[in-house]
């Protein structure tokens, strides 16, 4: 069963000189478009022997608390970007990590944007993977969400999050 072990980092700090962060390449990543397609940042996703490690950096967001998710399809249409589906549930859980009959494998903690307008978090998903039955990347794909307002961790479908603001296809490197 997933289940989220921890959340680091949800402040925003710049990204020059002695605070920025350089990472080895990811196994997965999503680049943040919003409705206008400008870029609002980016999600690395790494494998490791518990799961997978998510590496968010989101930008050009006013300071706030946002819901986030992994949505079940592999699309951002924009303007809405409803094309991504539902959260990714392949077990047909409620919303929420506060519900007792939750939660979708999609739901993950929120996002704290501080006044500086970088939010950061890391996310690490428990016993899931790209691949195989109940993964992540099956037929259609998986997309990255953020959303207008912050997920109140129990209401189902979508924790009263609002709107789908910004939106990644989760891709996986091209061979070379």
Request: proline share 7%.
């Amino acid at each position: 069963m997933l289940s989220l072990l921890a959340l680091a980092g949800c402040t925003g700090f710049g990204g020059q000189g002695r605070d920025a962060v350089t990472l080895p390449p990811s196994d997965a990543h999503a680049n943040l478009l919003d409705g206008r397609g400008a870029d609002r940042g980016r999600v690395d996703i790494y494998r490791d022997a518990d799961g997978l490690r998510l590496e968010i950096v989101a930008r050009g967001f006013e300071a706030g608390t946002y819901g986030m998710h992994v949505h079940a399809v592999g699309q951002c249409t924009a303007p809405d970007f409803t094309s991504a589906g539902p959260h990714w549930n392949p077990t047909g859980a409620q919303h929420g990590r506060d519900n007792p009959q939750g939660a979708h494998h999609g739901d993950l903690p929120n996002l704290v944007v501080e006044p500086d307008m970088i939010g950061r978090a890391t996310v690490r998903l428990v016993g899931t993977r790209f691949e195989g039955e109940g993964a992540m990347l099956d037929a259609d794909g998986a997309a990255f969400v953020i959303h207008a307002g912050p997920d109140d961790m129990r209401s189902d479908p979508s924790g009263n999050s609002g709107a789908r603001i910004a939106c990644g296809v989760i891709r996986l490197p091209q061979p070379r």
